[in-house]
Structure formats: structure tokens, C-alpha cells
């Protein structure tokens, strides 16, 4: 491993990074279950009500909670691409875009207490 890897590893911005790319690869996963719940409505109706009866489980509720929380810091973490990469910022306002990811948490944590 270069040395210029580890020193990158270590900047502020590495873990929105990483928020971003794991939100986008969970975020990914999802989409085929959220299809195939989509499909069950084809189905018929008995068939959705039985699905829509599983969506009440506590396990289910707080996987709701867990994609909003995921949307939320993928949007988070897009927008503060977007900015750093087309807004002509000085540095220290660059360290700004970190308040995104608390903004994302913040709005997960409000989701999950409405619950």
C-alpha cells in the first residue's frame, strides 16, 4: 500500500465517502425487494393483504426506518458531491459539506421517533 493511501484514509471527507458508497450499495439491494413487494399486488388482492399484514412486524418497522435513514445519507452525500465538485468553494468552506451527514442522521432519528 502506497503511503498516500493511508493519509487519504485518514481525511475527514474518507467517511462520507464511505456513508455514500454503502448507503448507494444498500440502497441497491433493496430495489429488487421493493419490486418484488410491488408485484405482489399483481397478485391479487388476498394475496397483497397477507403481504401488507407481514409489513406491521417491529422487525419490518425498523427496516423502514433504515432506508429512510439510507436515502437520507445518499441524498446527503450526493448533494456534497455536487457542491465540491461545481461550486467554485475555498477550503475551509469545503469542511462545511460535512454537516450533511448530520443533517441525514437527524432526519432519520425524527423518522425513527415518529414511529
Excluded: C
Aim: hydrophobic share 60%; aromatic share 12%; no cysteine.
Amino acid at each position: 500500500m502506497r503511503r498516500n493511501d493511508l493519509r487519504a484514509r485518514r481525511h475527514p471527507a474518507y467517511g462520507a465517502f464511505l456513508v455514500h458508497r454503502i448507503s448507494g450499495v444498500l440502497l441497491a439491494l433493496f430495489l429488487p425487494v421493493h419490486f418484488w413487494a410491488l408485484g405482489q399486488s399483481l397478485q391479487g388482492a388476498e394475496q397483497f393483504d397477507r403481504f401488507l399484514s407481514w409489513t406491521a412486524l417491529p422487525a419490518v418497522k425498523f427496516a423502514e426506518w433504515g432506508i429512510v435513514v439510507l436515502l437520507a445519507a445518499h441524498l446527503a452525500g450526493g448533494l456534497r458531491l455536487l457542491a465540491l465538485e461545481l461550486l467554485p468553494w475555498r477550503g475551509w468552506q469545503k469542511s462545511l459539506a460535512a454537516a450533511a451527514a448530520a443533517i441525514a442522521l437527524a432526519v432519520g432519528l425524527a423518522f425513527a421517533l415518529a414511529l
